[in-house]
């Protein structure tokens, strides 16, 4: 067990492990930067799922805007369902104003 998983007292807190990665879209020529953190948890609100990634943009903002996550029993499949939540839709920037 690694140490930083002792500093938690309480499992309310729900302490976590963040891990950081970073993913070139390529849409209509052009290369789209999403940064994803996949959070390892102590006391996973699921037990069976401890690895939940989340990127820092929306992507289908035009239509209903969609959040890439994913969630996994390691770190390797939380983060790559994220990836793939993040090709499920177009990444429309303009649609709310953003350059």
């Known amino acids: ?3 930083w998983k ?3 007292s309480n499992p309310a807190e729900r302490l976590a492990q963040l891990h950081q990665f970073s993913m070139l879209k390529q849409q209509d020529g052009i ?3 999403f940064t994803i953190r996949v959070y390892e948890y102590l006391n996973p ?3 069976n799922m401890p690895f939940f990634a989340v990127a ?3 992507t289908n903002q035009a239509t ?3 959040l890439p996550t994913g969630w996994g029993r390691s770190l390797l499949e939380a983060l790559s369902a994220c990836m ?3 090709h ?3 990444y429309q920037p303009e649609s709310v104003g953003i350059k």
């Open 84 to 86: 793939r939540n993040v």
């Open 64 to 66: 209903a805007p969609f």
């Open 1 to 3: 067990m690694a140490e």
């Open 6 to 8: 002792f500093a938690q």
């Open 56 to 58: 820092d943009k929306q």
């Open 31 to 33: 290369e789209i930067e």
């Open 45 to 47: 609100p699921d037990p």
């Open 88 to 90: 499920r839709f177009p």
